[in-house]
């Protein structure tokens, strides 16, 4: 499941240099995350940094349009990484 930041978002600038896929970047208004990037950290740490380190609680949650399993979080990752 990619990630999404919601209009709760206050651009405070925490998030995007924390992402180690590079998904996170600012869009039109707010910081958007890149569905085809983001691995919800999988593959680098055990839970999603932009998550961690947001001062707004539920700013992002899970993307409902773009639901992945582990396994597929995970497959991603080793493309991006040029793992394969």
């Known amino acids: ?6 209009s709760k978002c206050t651009n405070c600038d925490m998030c995007e ?6 998904a996170i970047s600012f869009g039109e208004h707010l910081y958007e995350i890149n569905p085809d990037l983001c691995t919800e950290c999988k ?6 940094t932009c998550q961690s380190v947001c001062p707004i609680s539920n700013c992002i949650i899970t ?3 773009h639901i992945e399993t582990e396994d597929e979080l995970l497959e ?3 493309i991006i990484q040029g793992l394969t």
């Open 1 to 6: 499941m990619a990630l999404l930041i919601t």
């Open 17 to 22: 240099p924390e992402c180690p896929n590079n």
């Open 43 to 48: 593959g680098h740490y055990d839970q999603p």
């Open 63 to 65: 993307d409902p349009n």
């Open 76 to 78: 991603k990752f080793v």
